[in-house]
């Protein structure tokens, strides 16, 4: 069975500086994508960055960007230049075509 | 964009009522997904469907049923509502990475 740990259940960053989530997984799959989610108050689940697990080159997208370690089954999310915005919990979910979701972690950005 | 809509946002229903939460999307999506999301524990997966008339059971289906009778639409059914039964539920289509609805919150009294 697949399982996602998400250690950090909280994190808090200042504002304009730069975070890391972290997220390990265990997959018997050998073509998968990985990917992380952020839920905002407004409860919307949306789609921060996507990955295939085939690809080396880590994935960027704007002030997020990953860093996948396929060996050690690792998959961070790195958020640069915290905005207030970006306030939400967020979910790590690697998988084929059903995704299984870490536990979550809630940032929180001090002004 | 994939637009996937939940019907109704809160829902509090008795014990022992039946329950219908309608999931529909407006693309040929043939992946959908239903999960509850509980604190602490994130999502976990109820039951999902890889096409019309089909359905598999996820981890945690008990209690739980579904109907897909159409492509757009998966239903999630809950027989005879209990208090533990009281969650967020969360549908989603698959492709690429899942699209969700908005969520229903549903409270079991």
């Known amino acids: 069975a697949q399982t996602v740990t998400q250690s950090q259940p909280e994190m808090s960053v200042q504002e304009a500086e730069t975070v890391t989530l972290s997220c390990t997984y265990d997959?018997?799959?050998?073509?998968?994508?990985l990917f992380w989610y952020k839920q905002p108050p407004s409860r919307q689940m949306i789609l921060v960055i996507r990955?295939?697990?085939?690809?080396?080159q880590n994935a960027t997208e704007n002030r997020f960007s990953v860093n996948f370690q396929k060996a050690a089954k690792s998959f961070s999310l790195k958020i640069s230049d915290s905005q207030l915005g970006d306030a939400a919990m967020y979910f790590c979910?690697?998988?084929?075509?059903?995704?299984?979701f870490g536990q979550g972690t809630r940032l929180t950005i001090n002004p | 964009d994939v637009k996937v809509t939940q019907s109704s946002r809160y829902l509090v229903k008795r014990t022992g009522e039946k329950v219908f939460l309608e999931c529909v999307q407006d693309?040929?999506?043939?992946?959908m997904f239903w999960y509850r999301q509980d604190p602490g524990l994130g999502l976990r997966l109820i039951y999902f469907?890889?096409?019309?008339?089909?359905?598999e059971k996820g981890d945690i289906p008990e209690g739980y049923s579904v109907s897909r009778e159409k492509k757009e639409r998966f239903s999630l059914i809950l027989e005879s509502a209990s208090t533990n039964q009281t969650s967020m539920y969360l549908c989603?289509?698959?492709?690429?990475?899942?699209?969700f609805g908005s969520g229903t919150r549903l409270t079991v009294v």
């Open positions: 979910a690697p998988g084929a075509q059903k995704l299984v």
């Open positions: 989603a289509t698959m492709a690429y990475g899942y699209t």
């Open positions: 693309m040929d999506h043939e992946n």
């Open positions: 469907s890889y096409d019309v008339k089909m359905k």
């Open positions: 997959t018997s799959e050998s073509d998968y994508y």
């Open positions: 990955q295939e697990a085939y690809k080396q």
